[in-house]
Nanobody
Framework: LQLVESGGGSVQPGGSLTLSCSAG????????MAWFRQAPGKEREGVSC???????KYGDSVKGRFRISRDDAKNIIYLQMNNLRPEDTATYYC?????????????????????WGNGTLVTVSS
């Protein structure tokens, strides 16, 4: 499974971006899907996860501002990010969990995911 993120870029504080994660010709129906991020000099952080049953989880720092969604017909996962803050600056990674029966166990375990994308950089700065 090859995951490719897109949609990163530079934005001012308070702005919005939507990240996408596509799997090419692969089907994501059976995978729990998640977004993680890592800022320079910091540990990787779980941002959000969505199960195959559309159950969604969010990290405390992004609750109420970010929204995860999935379009299994198109095999794309989205992360809509609103009211961005400088502390949201990081490389954002999409990841898939094939071991949790479509759930978020790997995300809950801190990133025990089976497939990762190469990341897309988000910079929030005035």
């Amino acid at each position: 499974l090859q995951l490719v993120e897109s949609g990163g870029g530079s934005v001012q504080p308070g702005g919005s971006l939507t990240l996408s994660c596509s799997a090419g010709g692969s089907v994501l129906d059976f995978y729990g899907m998640a977004w993680f991020r890592q800022a320079p000099g910091k540990e990787r952080e779980g941002v959000s996860c969505i199960t195959i049953r559309q159950i969604k989880k969010y990290g405390d720092s992004v609750k109420g501002r970010f929204r995860i969604s999935r379009d299994d017909a198109k095999n794309i996962i989205y992360l809509q990010m609103n009211n961005l803050r400088p502390e949201d600056t990081a490389t954002y990674y999409c990841a898939a969990d094939s071991d949790s029966l479509g759930g978020c166990s790997g995300y809950d375990a801190g990133g025990n995911m089976d497939f990762w994308g190469n990341g897309t950089l988000v910079t929030v700065s005035s």
